[in-house]
């Protein structure tokens, strides 16, 4: 017998405070992935290890969240610890793949689709082993094609956030781009739910095992939520990641101005021929990267 599903028990509560934790996770993501652009290569690694952190939260907490809407008519769901806590690693895992690929490798071609394979891999394993964690009497189905198009939007959603991660600057910036992140994110985890079926069966009573949602929603909540919180106070406390710096290319000219200034001009000796003059101008140029 197939039992009704629900996916919005408490209506738009959850999702959209689902949304917001996802948009939360991915500009905290974003403004640490920014960073480690900007510093030594001996502290990138911590940067982006933070920012993969962040991230991996951020959706993995909006996957949990998201899941308390869901619901089987007359039918106790229960949730295994180890499995949910399971997927979390995952998910962080994954992220801190395609994070340090681009991070080190820059947002060129390959490196963008293999970082955003793997992680939209790694994204999309989190929801179905968070899937898997689910006890119930009954046995959870999938439609092919919607686990197909899910899995598709988890990658897509996975490299425009590793492109953003390394291109855009600037805070508002960066907020846009995650909105647009929870955005995806939030839609990949809704389609896969549209293609859930269960098949319950004779016998519902007794414990299905695991532990009921309302009484682990506050420890598995506790931590990302936690960290998340200490990594945006890391963002609040670091002037350069949150108001970024200028192109490098400005910076480049500004140095060229200054150390145009700092030049005296040659002045031509009387009687000097006008190309003598302009080859002697082009020679005292200063070097921009274009020369090099």
Request: glycine fraction near 14%; proline fraction near 4%; aromatic fraction near 8%.
């Amino acid at each position: 017998m197939q039992g009704t599903v629900d996916g919005f028990s408490y209506g738009l509560v959850t999702p959209v405070v689902a949304y917001l934790m996802a948009c939360l996770g991915g500009a905290l993501g974003l403004r640490c992935t920014t960073r480690s652009l900007l510093v030594a290569n001996t502290w990138r690694a911590g940067w982006l290890a933070l920012g993969s952190a962040a991230i991996g939260s951020g959706i993995w907490t909006m996957h949990f969240i998201a899941m308390m809407g869901f619901s089987v008519e007359g039918v106790p769901i229960h949730y295994d610890m180890a499995t949910t806590f399971a997927s979390l690693g995952v998910a962080i895992v994954m992220v801190g793949v395609g994070v340090f690929i681009v991070g080190y490798k820059g947002a060129t071609g390959p490196a963008l689709f293999t970082g955003g394979t793997l992680t939209g891999l790694g994204v999309a394993t989190m929801h179905y082993l968070g899937m898997a964690g689910m006890r119930l009497h009954g046995t959870i189905q999938y439609n092919i094609v919607t686990v197909a198009a899910s899995v598709v939007i988890a990658m897509v959603a996975a490299t425009l956030a590793l492109w953003a991660a390394v291109q855009v600057r600037g805070i508002l910036w960066s907020l846009g781009a995650s909105l647009v992140m929870g955005l995806a994110v939030s839609g990949m985890h809704y389609m896969a739910m549209t293609g859930v079926s269960v098949h319950m069966e004779n016998s519902t009573a007794g414990n299905p095992g695991g532990d009921a949602a309302a009484g682990i929603i506050a420890p598995m909540m506790i931590g990302p939520l936690c960290f998340l919180l200490l990594a945006g106070v890391v963002v609040m406390f670091d002037p350069l990641m949150v108001m970024g710096r200028p192109d490098w290319r400005d910076a480049q000219e500004a140095a060229d101005h200054r150390g145009a200034a700092a030049t005296p001009v040659p002045v031509a000796r009387h009687g000097q021929s006008h190309r003598a003059r302009r080859t002697l101008g082009r020679q005292e140029r200063p070097r921009t990267p274009q020369d090099w």
